[in-house]
């Protein structure tokens, strides 16, 4: 079969023939959303709303769209909340519905066991003719797919920490990047997206090793390049756990430590969680490598760190104390730099909200490179929870006039909530409402 035989040759053609072909041509943009009620002040905006992230997808779409989402959950009657905040959520099941009359295929997987127990959206769009299928990572990997991305006839993809949910659109801090007019990076996503589709039958078993034809030779070793808003990138997806990466395929805790030790001045990482321990077993269990390739970088290579961690009314306080351990390490004289902020959405009035108000975004940059994620970085997101990463990397030439590059996008929007009223030092915690600072805390902070 000749589109077998050609695939591995792909990316090798694609740089050796470079001075005679251009690269293919694509175009980014960075995706949040802001909670509602979280003024920010001037500005504040650093990307596309991911509102409009997702309406523009769905209005470009003519034949496919692929979506793996660990659930759906689009109407506030899902949990039987009335607030006009989730109407905008409404309006994306409306629209995936006009896309089934359009008779665009629709193609969604998702997870078993689900976190949306009274949501029909997916009943409601079965009916209509989408293609669904409930894959059951309980039984695969003991897990949940925690996977979140859209892949629009087969060339624009959208991935990041939003789930198909209402409140990702204006209840809780997302981050995520619209890659358009990218077949190339769109067909090996998709690969991804195949892997666990074919897995959507009754007693399915992961293969191993896969089928070669759901190899990628898109790699850390070979990321693709590409002109990204014209400027030449390289990039690629991870995915996680290792069962699901077939041939080429980067594990997602390789590409998080590959892009931490390739930095040369600062990392600086968006996470939800920071525990480098087991979540989900008891008692946890020490689950070191991405705290020990922070700690290796900070101290052997001067690497400034800063780390901005969410913080809510369900933050296990626990985590405050490795955050600590982290953080004490700085050190003027010997040019250590790790440090901390805490960040909290504030609740204000919209506690009829159940498990909204925070920041869910999963990210770090570097000066080197971003890397944008599904995934909190603690042990199971790695080792059970299907999740996928996108690596890309820009170099920055011609000074002149030229458009930031992504990593210094990401950084700037970084930078804006680590300098905003929202992030707050660890020893400024104690007082911080709407983050459940107290029981790690008292102990260390105690004035
Ligand atoms: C990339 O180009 C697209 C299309 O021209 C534009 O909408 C978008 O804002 C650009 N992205 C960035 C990050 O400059
Ligand atoms: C907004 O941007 C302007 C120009 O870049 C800058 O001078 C100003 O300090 C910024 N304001 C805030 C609040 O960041
Ligand atoms: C999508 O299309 C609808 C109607 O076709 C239009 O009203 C809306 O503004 C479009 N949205 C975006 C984000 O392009
Ligand atoms: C939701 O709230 C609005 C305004 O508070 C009210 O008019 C409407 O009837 C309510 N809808 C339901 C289904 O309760
Ligand atoms: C969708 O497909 C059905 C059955 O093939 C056909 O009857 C209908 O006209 C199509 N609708 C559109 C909008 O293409
Ligand atoms: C994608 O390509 C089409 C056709 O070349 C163009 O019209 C469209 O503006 C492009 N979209 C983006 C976001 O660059
Ligand atoms: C799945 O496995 C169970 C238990 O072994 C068996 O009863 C059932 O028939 C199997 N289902 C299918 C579709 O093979
Ligand atoms: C690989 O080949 C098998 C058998 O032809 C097919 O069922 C499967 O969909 C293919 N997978 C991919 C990722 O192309
Ligand atoms: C600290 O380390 C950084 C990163 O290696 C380096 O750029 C900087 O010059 C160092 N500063 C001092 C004072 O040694
Ligand atoms: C919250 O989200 C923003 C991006 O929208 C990110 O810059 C920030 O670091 C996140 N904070 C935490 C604590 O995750
Ligand atoms: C919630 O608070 C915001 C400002 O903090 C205010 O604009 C909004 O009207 C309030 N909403 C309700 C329903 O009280
Ligand atoms: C990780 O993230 C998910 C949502 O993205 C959240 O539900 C979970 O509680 C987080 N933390 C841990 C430690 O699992």
Request: proline fraction near 5%; include cysteine; charged fraction near 20%.
């Amino acid at each position: 079969n000749s589109g077998k035989k050609m695939l591995p040759s792909f990316s090798l053609t694609l740089k050796s023939t470079l001075i005679l072909l251009p690269l293919p041509s694509c175009s980014f943009q960075l995706v949040e959303s802001l909670p509602w009620d979280m003024p920010y002040g001037p500005n504040s905006s650093a990307a596309k709303p991911l509102y409009q992230a997702w309406m523009e997808l769905l209005n470009m779409t003519q034949e496919s769209i692929h979506v793996a989402s660990y659930y759906w959950s689009l109407t506030g009657e899902d949990l039987g909340v009335n607030d006009t905040s989730s109407k905008q959520g409404e309006d994306v099941l409306k629209k995936f519905k006009s896309l089934l009359l359009k008779n665009v295929s629709v193609f969604i997987a998702t997870s078993v066991p689900s976190k949306a127990k009274h949501s029909t959206d997916l009943e409601v769009l079965e009916k209509r003719g989408a293609h669904i299928k409930r894959i059951n990572f309980g039984q695969l990997t003991q897990g949940v797919m925690h996977t979140k991305f859209w892949i629009v006839d087969m060339k624009h993809v959208f991935l990041g920490s939003a789930n198909i949910d209402w409140r990702a659109l204006t209840q809780v801090k997302e981050v995520g990047v619209l890659i358009s007019n990218c077949s190339c990076l769109a067909k090996d996503l998709w690969k991804t997206f195949k892997t666990y589709w074919d897995l959507g039958e009754a007693n399915a078993t992961i293969p191993f090793p896969w089928p070669s034809n759901y190899s990628t030779n898109i790699n850390s070793h070979s990321p693709l390049e590409v002109q990204l808003n014209g400027t030449s990138t390289e990039a690629y997806f991870s995915a996680s756990p290792a069962s699901f990466c077939p041939g080429g395929r980067t594990f997602d805790l390789v590409a998080v430590l590959d892009v931490l030790y390739d930095a040369e001045k600062f990392v600086y990482v968006s996470m939800m969680d920071y525990f480098p321990t087991s979540r989900f077993r008891h008692p946890p269990r020490y689950w070191p490598p991405i705290d020990n390739a922070l700690r290796s970088v900070a101290l052997h290579q001067n690497i400034h760190i800063r780390l901005l961690i969410n913080c809510w009314v369900h933050t296990d306080s626990s985590m405050f104390r490795f955050l600590e351990s982290l953080s004490v390490l700085s050190d003027q004289h010997a040019n250590i730099t790790i440090e901390v902020k805490i960040f909290t959405v504030p609740v204000g009035n919209h506690t009829n909200i159940p498990f909204a108000r925070l920041n869910h975004s999963k990210y770090m940059v570097t000066d080197k490179a971003v890397y944008i994620g599904t995934s909190n970085w603690s042990e199971e997101y790695f080792s059970i929870t299907a999740g996928v990463g996108l690596v890309a990397k820009q170099s920055s030439t011609d000074a002149t006039k030229r458009n930031p590059t992504i990593q210094e996008q990401l950084r700037a929007l970084f930078e804006r909530d680590w300098n905003s009223k929202y992030s707050v030092k660890m020893e400024d915690l104690p007082g911080q409402k709407d983050c459940a600072w107290e029981d790690g805390f008292k102990s260390s902070f105690k004035s």
